[in-house]
């Protein structure tokens, strides 16, 4: 049997036109193709969390929740099919924590996060942490943050520049590291002074190092954390996502209500005011897709999250 070339084209064009017309990624044009935003908090509404990806053209997002989620989540599946996967936070002090994430991994979810707490991030509670991450077979991304944004915010899984030991001590365990400490130490200069340091980037940050040393740490360039570092010095970003263009990994954060700026992108964060009245997605997006090549721009954006969070 044998078809001619030109039918086989028109039918592939036709199947592609009825795929537009069914919207099944609305404004994913803007970034060339799929994107996952992997990192995006449950909002009050699922609804609300669909308006901000259709918003800023993010057709997948990994969705960050609480350990109790299942039902919810299972329900937003159903209703945007292929669009959403989860992650399940609880909280690490109470003796029921590896129960509760246990349960959230059976109920569905794929990654540990965001876990973002006052201890250390080489003490007991998180050390649990990382080893049920490895047991359960799924990432943990942690946030970790030296400098209070506000007075009484604290400061979360500290410690960073003794991580090196944890990496070592995990080695089954997929970490994704995230926010102040984890983006600030790209630079080798920084010296926890500052929530969000600014100016040219001193090679060779402890952060740059580790993700080339271990294989088991990637790196979550969310929120103005993430997107603060990679703008600093336009020749270290474009370097830095090549070398690393396997391990980083594009998420949000963003709070901002429709994906184009309205409402506050980081919410209840005065340190972070660069970015106000802007979407986090669509600056950093823009930013990655100046900075790389149009192949790497696909594994920060899409591959590198669909593989971490097992999203097909
Ligand atoms: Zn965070
Ligand atoms: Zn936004």
Known sequence: MSINRRQFLETVAAAAAAARVAGQTPESSLWNGSVLDAH?????????????????????????????????????????????????STDIAQPTAEARLTQAVKDGARGLGELKFHVDADGPELRRMYALAA??????????????????????????????AVLKAFPKTTFIGHADAFWANVDAAYANEAAYPTGPITRTGLTDRLLGDYPNLFGDMSANS???????????????????????????????????????????????????????????????????????????????????????
């Open 226 to 312: 993430g997107n603060n570092a990679l703008s600093r010095d336009a020749a270290f970003t474009a370097d830095f996502l090549r070398r690393h263009q396997d391990k980083l990994i594009f998420g949000s954060d963003c709070s901002c209500t429709d994906g184009k700026g309205a409402g506050v992108a980081q919410a209840n964060n005065p340190a972070a005011n660069r970015l106000a009245g802007k979407c986090v997605a669509r600056e950093t997006l823009t930013l990655l897709q100046k900075s790389v090549t149009p192949a790497i721009f696909r594994k920060l954006a899409w591959e590198n999250g669909r593989k971490a969070y097992k999203v097909s």
């Open 40 to 88: 995006l908090h449950l909002r009050r509404d699922l609804d609300a969390n669909i308006a901000h990806m259709d918003g800023c053209g993010v057709s997948h997002a990994v969705i960050l929740a609480r350990d109790n989620s299942g039902e919810a989540m299972h329900a937003a599946q159903a209703k945007f099919p292929g669009r959403l996967a989860w992650a399940a």
């Open 135 to 164: 047991d359960l077979g799924v990432p943990i991304l942690v946030h970790f943050q030296e400098v209070p944004h506000f007075e009484r915010e604290g400061v979360f899984a500290t410690g960073f520049k003794r991580f090196e």
